[in-house]
């Protein structure tokens, strides 16, 4: 060896967090002229993100009094401050535990669970926070609550990381920083703003109807702790699918392996920094040169500095950034394979439909749930579905859905409560009613349960167009924006509407199809019915056909009637044309074009 390398040899991991580099990111990448764009690289911090510091910053001077007390650590985090908090407390012989209700990235639960920690997971409508300073009340000797929400040393920790900034590449003019805690991007921007008063900070938030790990959406920002509006000179919106794209950028064009946060604060910073070049030009325009000024006085008058914070790694982050995810939901076994129209930009054709519909060839399901779309630009061309992906807030949520045969489906209850659900889920919608849009049919769905699991969808009130005569049998027609034909029968099987339905569909009556039902009367308030679906065939359970079935029927029932299905029971009103059932997510996955 040659003696010349500085030794590296350190006496605990913790000595590695800090004294981050910098980097320049490429012109060609963001295509700006007079600012330099520059990445702090946190995610080079040894537990992976920036949150490290703040970990550190909140535990340091409390470790030795935690340890000899036998107190365990607990904090509100789904993911990177729990990953550091639990790192610093192993090496320390200390127990952690995270409560959270937002844990969305599988990678997340799974490395935390991996390293030790406790995790508590509780639902979307528990504030964690509070129940951890019950928790703590009750047994304050149990527990250390390290309150990074409010603690003043999350911010102090970053104040640091802006001195290194400062150190490396003089004064900044923008900083752009994601929201979460905003205890990191405040304590970053004070240390910067003292040094310029100038400086212009910009906070980066999610759009309203995509969700990105480790930032809150616009309509969240009363939840970030340290948030003060009065500090920020605009709050930017980015998408997921925009924040995935930057990342990429990042990945592929600069080796930086970043996580999606720093992607969403590598296009917010693009697209302000761009805004303020053309506000910035005209005025540049006028600016008086004499001849004596050199290429450097031009370049000094000019050229100003930007800076993005590298919050996090990749690799935490490999299931979210899978493309072309879908996922799978049931009600009473009535199968729908969800693919986002906000997620998935590439069009989907009807063969598509029907390959990954089939139940051996591909995920399986009766059909196919293609939104949200927004309302007038979705379109069919060439024989593809086509959404813009964009939302407008307010809006009705408008769907559309296609049989595993590849046809349209014009109605669909059940189909709604698990796009509902899907929305819910993905934290879409955070209210517990929405109106719910396919085809021509609008619906309002209500999750009546904190889980989500228990949906009402309401429907304007059925229309019976008469009876049909087919094959010898009479039916009842009943319309609900599809054609439905209901007959009563004291022991319908499976066999029995499966010979039915292949018969009344090849006697072409009914062109675009129909749902047949076969239904026994068990009392006023139960019935048991079995169905033939347009364009699946024999099912377990389908929404219009419950609706129909009680419709036909509502002179011999009473106004609450439990519908007993081959895939289970559900509730309808016939009073309020209301049908109530349980939904719940199967699996989901990724598929190729």
């Known amino acids: 060896m040659s003696g ?7 006496t605990k991991i913790t000595d590695l967090i800090g004294n981050t580099p910098i980097i320049k990111i490429d012109k060609k990448l963001h295509g700006l002229n007079n600012v330099e764009l520059y990445a702090k690289l946190e995610y080079l911090n040894p537990f992976g993100s920036l949150k490290d510091r703040t970990a550190l910053g909140m535990l340091r001077d409390n470790l030795q009094e935690i340890s000899s007390q036998g107190r365990r ?8 401050t729990a990953k550091a908090l639990q790192c610093i407390c192993n090496v320390n ?3 952690f535990t995270t409560v959270t209700n937002r844990i969305r990235v599988s990678e997340s639960r799974n490395i935390l669970r991996f390293i030790g920690t406790d995790v508590m997971e509780v639902s979307k409508d528990v504030d964690t926070v509070a129940m951890i300073e019950e928790m703590t009340l009750r047994d304050p000797s149990a527990y250390f609550h390290t309150t990074q929400y409010s603690n003043r040393k999350n911010i102090e920790a970053h104040k640091v990381t802006g001195d290194e900034i400062l150190e490396d590449i003089g004064k900044v003019d923008y900083f752009i920083h994601v929201l979460g805690t905003s205890g990191s991007g405040r304590g970053i921007a004070q240390r910067l703003s003292a040094d310029n008063n100038q400086l212009k900070t910009v906070g980066v938030v999610t759009s309203a109807e995509s969700y990105i790990p480790g930032i809150r959406s616009v309509t969240e920002l009363g939840s970030c702790g340290f948030f003060n509006r009065e500090e920020y000179d605009s709050i930017e919106e980015v998408s997921a699918n925009t924040a995935k794209c930057y990342m990429k950028k990042l990945c592929r064009q600069m080796g930086i392996l970043a996580g999606v946060s720093s992607g969403a604060a590598f296009a917010a910073a693009v697209s302000y920094l761009k805004r303020e070049e053309e506000k910035h030009q005209a005025s540049a325009n006028t600016i008086e040169f004499s001849e004596e000024m050199t290429d450097r006085d031009l370049l000094d008058n000019t050229l100003k500095k930007a800076v993005i914070v590298v919050c996090d790694r990749l690799e935490t982050y490999a299931n979210f950034i899978k493309e072309n995810r879908f996922y799978k939901y049931h009600v009473l076994g009535n199968t729908y394979i969800i693919v986002d129209a906000v997620d998935n930009s590439t069009p989907l054709s009807i063969e598509f439909v029907k390959r990954i519909c089939h139940k051996e060839y591909g995920a399986g399901a009766d059909g196919l749930i293609y939104g ?3 309302p007038t630009d979705h379109l069919e061309q060439a024989g593809h579905l086509v959404s813009t992906g964009h939302l407008n807030p307010g809006q009705v949520y408008e769907y559309k859905a296609y049989n595993k045969d590849g046809s349209e489906v014009k109605s669909a209850l059940f189909a709604s409560m698990i796009f509902a659900k899907y929305l819910k ?10 109106p719910v849009k396919i085809a021509e049919q609008k619906m309002s769905v209500e999750f009546l349960n904190r889980e989500a699991t228990r949906i009402k969808v309401t429907i304007k009130e059925p229309v019976i167009k008469g009876v ?7 039916y009842i027609n009943v319309y609900l924006g599809n054609e439905n034909l209901v007959r009563e029968e004291q022991n319908p099987t499976k066999e029995m509407i499966t010979e ?7 006697s072409g009556e009914f062109p675009d199809g129909v749902n047949i039902q076969l239904v026994n009367i068990i009392s006023r308030n139960h019935i048991q019915i079995e169905t033939f679906e347009r364009g699946v065939g024999y099912t377990l359970a389908s929404g219009t056909s419950v609706m129909a079935s009680c419709f036909a029927m509502k002179g011999r029932l009473g ?15 016939l009073n309020s044309y209301s049908i109530t059932a349980e939904v719940f997510k199967i699996f989901e996955g990724e598929f190729e074009m």
Do not use: Y
Request: proline letters at 5%; aromatic letters at 0%.
């Open 425 to 434: 889920d993905k934290e879409v919608v955070k209210s517990d009613s929405i």
């Open 4 to 10: 010349k390398r500085p030794r590296r040899l350190i």
């Open 93 to 95: 012989g200390i127990e």
């Open 372 to 374: 949200p779309l927004e």
């Open 468 to 474: 049909r005569k087919i094959g010898g049998l009479e």
């Open 500 to 506: 039915r339905g292949e018969e009344i569909h090849a």
């Open 559 to 573: 106004t609450s009637v439990s519908v007993h299905t081959p895939g289970g029971i559900c509730k309808v009103d």
């Open 73 to 80: 650590v607990i904090e509100t985090s789904s993911g990177n």
